[in-house]
């Protein structure tokens, strides 16, 4: 085989596996577990608004609430094998994806955050656990002590922002539809399409001021304030009519995990 024939015949390779049905059905299961999660982080946010329960609102809180429940870890291995497969599919992607450019990038961001949640997730399956809170303020105060440090921290924060933006920007002009493709984006139902804006819109909110606080971290030299995604919830909690809003936005995030749910059905894989 010549060394010409090698790049194609590795690109074939691997639009074959990315295209094999088990892996197609594990990356559309991990579309599910992603919606569990978000169901729970927005159960998590409303209690925490209501003053009914604890836990960290964030991707390791619902983990932790899922090892708890009978028949967790059996769903979290689950869950863990699907983010891989749904992380290795965007890896795919950006290879084989789409020719523009900023398609590729988003791929490979979403690779890098679904492989990690398979990470994270087979930890707490073996009976791990971790903290994103703490895991963000940990991270952040290394990067403090140093100039170069606090810059990341800034374009880091500055780049959340602008995802959350983009995020209340998919939902509120109905973006997200394009990622429901294998039906034609129409044909999903109401529902779904209501839950896809109203869960983007929320999701991006929390992110705009996730990326605030890591932005405020660095002024007031307090890696506290970068406390993920939980940070940022009850961040809104202690607004003015915090408990509703705090209500609404974990409302709202829950219907994202709905819209992650009608994903796992309608888009094109």
Excluded: C
């Excluded at 059905?25 to 978000?38: C, D, Q, S, Y």
């Excluded at 927005?42 to 836990?55: E, Q």
């Excluded at 105060?141 to 374009?155: D, Y």
């Amino acid at each position: 085989m010549t060394s010409s024939h090698r790049p194609r015949s590795v690109a074939g390779a691997a639009r074959t596996a990315v295209d094999h049905p088990a892996l197609e059905w594990l990356a559309r299961a991990g579309f599910v577990m992603n919606g569990i999660v978000h169901l729970l982080i927005g159960w998590i946010a409303i209690r925490i608004a209501l003053g009914s329960g604890g836990g960290e609102a964030s991707n390791s809180g619902a983990l932790a609430e899922i090892a708890a429940a009978p028949g967790g870890q059996i769903l979290l291995w689950v869950g863990a094998a699907a983010f891989v497969a749904l992380g290795v599919w965007q890896a795919v992607e950006v290879v084989l994806g789409p020719e523009e450019t900023s398609d590729r990038v988003k791929a490979g961001a979403k690779a890098v955050v679904y492989l990690a949640l398979g990470v994270t997730t087979a930890r707490f399956a073996s009976g791990g656990s971790s903290s994103d809170s703490e895991t963000a303020s940990d991270a952040t105060a290394g990067l403090l002590g140093s100039g170069p440090g606090r810059a990341a921290l800034v374009v880091a924060g500055l780049t959340v922002i602008g995802v959350g933006g983009y995020h209340v920007y998919k939902g509120a002009a109905k973006k997200f539809v394009e990622d429901l493709e294998r039906t034609g984006g129409a044909n999903v139902g109401r529902a779904l399409v209501v839950s896809g804006q109203l869960g983007y819109t929320a999701k991006g909110v929390a992110l705009v001021i996730l990326g605030g606080l890591i932005v405020a971290a660095v002024v007031t030299a307090d890696p506290e304030k970068a406390g993920g995604l939980d940070a940022a919830l009850r961040t809104v909690g202690e607004q003015p009519f915090g408990q509703v809003l705090l209500v609404a936005t974990g409302i709202g995030i829950g219907l994202y995990g709905v819209y992650s749910f009608g994903r796992a059905r309608y888009a094109r894989m």
